[in-house]
């Protein structure tokens, strides 16, 4: 079996990052690690790394919110699998994260046995899930897999403006942190809106609100 030799372990916490590098060379002793510890860290070693094999992703780092940061990866880079490593144990996040595109859920509970357990199947080509909940689960409803097939096409600079928004930035604060002109931004704005089927900036702030890890209860 040849087993992948480039992993990109993206968590914001070193600790965390420590303890996943620990449970790869328990699969992939010679693995080359590449970390990341905020979501456009990621982005930068996912385009400097096309070749990586897999892809471990906190779900909550600086930069992403809720399953945007899975989604955009799953829109950018294909070919790479996913795992989603999480604090949430919670059926319906798990789901969620298999719906959005991961190849494995891994809740940071795990022992480290559990975590290459999980990291050898999906290298191997399986779907990995923690065994108690794995037949407990239900599907996302066809408007959050719509927007997720959205906002998967938007650029790497598109996400950030998007995130931004989501922090209710205004364009002349987002030109600023990204160092462009305003009227840069608002082609970026212009463009959001087209791909994500929306007409206002509040109209994308609250179709990405549907990204959250606890989506919006019914009537709410």
């Known amino acids: 079996m040849a087993l992948a030799q480039k992993i990109i372990i993206a968590d914001d916490h070193p600790l965390f990052r420590a303890a ?3 449970a790869v060379k328990q699969v992939v002793p010679e693995a080359q690690i590449v970390e990341a510890d905020s979501m456009e860290a990621v982005q930068i070693a996912s385009a400097n ?8 992703l906190d779900l909550h780092m600086p930069g992403a919110h809720g399953f945007s940061g899975l989604v955009f990866l799953r829109g950018q880079c294909p070919g790479i699998p996913v795992i989603v490593v999480s604090g949430s ?11 959005f595109g991961s190849s494995g859920f891994i809740p940071k509970s795990s022992s480290l046995d ?14 990995w899930l923690p065994p108690e909940i794995a037949d407990n689960l239900s599907d ?7 927007f997720a097939e959205a906002l998967s096409t938007l650029t790497p600079q598109q996400f950030r403006v998007l995130n931004m928004l989501i922090e ?11 160092n462009v002109s305003e009227a840069t931004i608002k082609a970026h704005v212009t463009a959001i809106l087209r791909k994500l089927g929306v007409h206002s900036r509040t109209q994308a702030v609250i179709a990405a609100k549907q990204l959250e890890i606890e989506p919006p209860k019914v009537g709410e």
């Open 20 to 22: 996943l590098q620990q």
């Open 49 to 56: 790394h096309p070749d990586a094999d897999l892809i471990l």
């Open 89 to 99: 144990e919670e059926p319906l996040v798990i789901r969620r994260a298999i719906d």
């Open 114 to 127: 559990t975590i290459a357990t999980a990291i050898g199947e999906v290298l191997e080509g399986a779907v």
């Open 140 to 146: 996302i409803s066809e408007e959050e897999a719509k």
């Open 168 to 178: 209710g930035l205004l364009n002349k604060q987002i030109a600023y942190e990204l």
